[in-house]
């Protein structure tokens, strides 16, 4: 397949709902562009969050999230062989929904304890929760352009280097949705997706893990001149919250989404902003997903 006909295939995939979100997104963006002299001076009012975390500490919770849901699950799957394929699917959402739980209190006492101001210089104060939320619609909406220009570029060379079979796999917890039609299986990873694992990965990624790398990075440009570190920060927690995803294949995609969602968090200081941004965007996928069904 010659590059003309690829790029034709993929315009099939764009339907006017898609073009008037994009073309409103691009406004948003193109306005903020114009607004922070291309994003430059769009963090040049933030500051960085006070605290006392060692480089190592983020890793706690993540290692503590990671190896306890995998080993729970190799332990059902010996104790509890003959489940059938939906009891299982059903189980393991159940055990990745408690670990996230278990990741997340772990953070928030991380976060008491290593934080000026504990919760509040965090991030969790639910006192502007309808201006967060009303923000992260906007942020969201400003970069889908660019989340549906890194899916089209990912399926453009993937066709090119692996040939015209190629296509972008679905994340599993939308596989297991199409796949098994129990109310309870749809329900659970609807609450995992949508609640439990924007918390916890907004909790760690952005929380900890972005505000730990800019106040190593403040301490490293100064003799450097370079007005501060957040966009290195945000860069590179970014890079590592796409990498902890199985399929290469959203890494693009799930580098801008994540690169958005922390720029809100430097820019307002709250978390609960990416954390709507990270449940909206999750929810539209699953919403798209059944209603394709």
């Known amino acids: 397949m010659n590059v003309p006909q690829i790029i034709k295939q993929l315009a099939n995939y764009i339907t006017e709902i898609d073009f008037i979100i994009c073309l409103a997104g691009i406004l948003l963006f193109g306005g903020w562009l114009l607004k922070t002299s291309l994003g430059r001076k769009a963090l040049s009012d933030s500051v960085p969050r006070r605290n006392n975390m060692p480089p190592y500490l983020p890793f706690v919770p993540l290692f503590i999230w990671f190896g306890a849901v995998s080993l729970a699950i190799s332990g059902t799957e010996k104790l509890l062989p ?34 000026a101001r504990r919760l509040r210089g965090f991030g969790l104060n639910a006192k502007n929760i309808h201006k967060d939320f009303f923000a992260a619609s906007v942020n969201l909406l400003s970069v889908w352009p660019l989340l549906i220009l890194m899916i089209i570029l990912t399926t453009f060379f993937g066709k090119l280097i692996w040939g015209q079979d190629f296509k972008i796999e679905q994340h599993e917890e939308l596989r297991t949705i199409i796949a098994y039609q129990q109310l309870s299986v749809r329900i659970l990873i609807f609450i995992t997706a949508v609640i439990i694992a924007p918390a916890v990965e907004e909790m760690l990624f952005r929380g900890m893990f972005q505000t730990m790398l800019r106040s190593s990075f403040e301490v490293r440009i100064s003799k450097f001149k370079i007005r501060n570190g957040a966009w290195l920060a945000i860069v590179t927690s970014s890079g590592l919250f796409a990498m902890t995803h199985a399929n290469a ?22 978390l609960l902003r990416p954390i709507f941004i990270h449940s909206l965007f999750n929810a539209t996928s699953i919403i798209g997903t059944l209603y394709n069904i």
């Open 249 to 270: 294949g959203h890494w693009p995609a799930l580098f801008v989404l994540s690169v958005c969602m922390g720029y809100a968090y430097e820019k307002s200081g709250s």
């Open 82 to 115: 003959d489940l059938l394929d939906w009891q299982k699917a059903l189980l393991d959402n159940l055990i990745l929904c408690i670990g996230a739980i278990m990741a997340m209190a772990v953070i928030i006492f991380l976060a008491r304890v290593s934080f």
